[in-house]
T-cell receptor
Framework: RKEVEQDPGPFNVPEGATVAFNCTYSNSASQSFFWYRQDCRKEPKLLMSVYSSGNEDGRFTAQLNRASQYISLLIRDSKLSDSATYLC??????????FGAGTRLFVKA | DVKVTQSSRYLVKRTGEKVFLECVQDMDHENMFWYRQDPGLGLRLIYFSYDVKMKEKGDIPEGYSVSREKKERFSLILESASTNQTSMYLCATLSILYEQYFGPGTRLTVT
């Protein structure tokens, strides 16, 4: 079993749609959680951290469920510019950061 | 804003050449990392460094070495480049909040 698992997609949605991604992690001792966005042929960039109480930033909402060991990302009112790969990232303490393989999102006009 | 820079965006080398990839950060982060990213395989950790002159092997260190002589600079060395090292190489730092910040990447082609 992979340490961090994501549905690779692709998710194809129309502009204005709401889309949600889930990610599961296997290490119950994981401490920090993040979503990164990666555009084609570019580096990953931090989208948002995921806190136990949840986190919202504009159209983006991230949730953490420690009991079930998953995190989620919700994107409301999708824009064409949201098309990218979204990486789920888990830090188990110190240097150990695990990246999911990513979920591809395509937003269509 | 954290800034991580890498010496080249694109590089083409021949098999057997020694290749140096350099990474520089300006945020005084202790920890620095080298990853490679290949389609379908995601990000894989090659080496990381938690202090000057300190380094640890990651998941795929074979064929690579690293150097960290100054806190802000972390170099990846391909001792004898091979075609299976054609990849996107990404340098990253780690903040005290465990956020990783990446450089723009070096797309290396070995022919």
């Amino acid at each position: 079993r992979k340490e961090v698992e994501q549905d690779p997609g692709p998710f194809n949605v129309p502009e204005g749609a709401t889309v949600a991604f889930n990610c599961t992690y296997s290490n119950s001792a994981s401490q920090s959680f993040f979503w990164y966005r990666q555009d084609c042929r570019k580096e990953p960039k931090l989208l948002m951290s995921v806190y136990s109480s949840g986190n919202e930033d504009g159209r983006f909402t991230a949730q953490l469920n420690r009991a079930s060991q998953y995190i989620s990302l919700l994107i409301r009112d999708s824009k064409l510019s949201d098309s990218a790969t979204y990486l789920c990232v888990v830090n188990t303490g110190g240097f150990k950061t695990i990246f999911g393989a990513g979920t591809r999102l395509f937003v269509k006009a | 804003d954290v800034k991580v820079t890498q010496s080249s965006r694109y590089l083409v080398k021949r098999t057997g050449e020694k290749v140096f990839l350099e990474c520089v950060q300006d945020m005084d982060h202790e920890n620095m990392f080298w990853y490679r990213q290949d389609p379908g395989l995601g990000l894989r950790l090659i080496y990381f460094s938690y202090d000057v002159k300190m380094k640890e092997k990651g998941d795929i260190p074979e064929g690579y070495s690293v150097s960290r002589e100054k806190k802000e600079r972390f170099s990846l060395i391909l001792e004898s480049a091979s075609t299976n090292q054609t990849s996107m190489y990404l340098c990253a730092t780690l903040s005290i909040l465990y956020e990783q910040y990446f450089g723009p990447g070096t797309r290396l082609t070995v022919t």
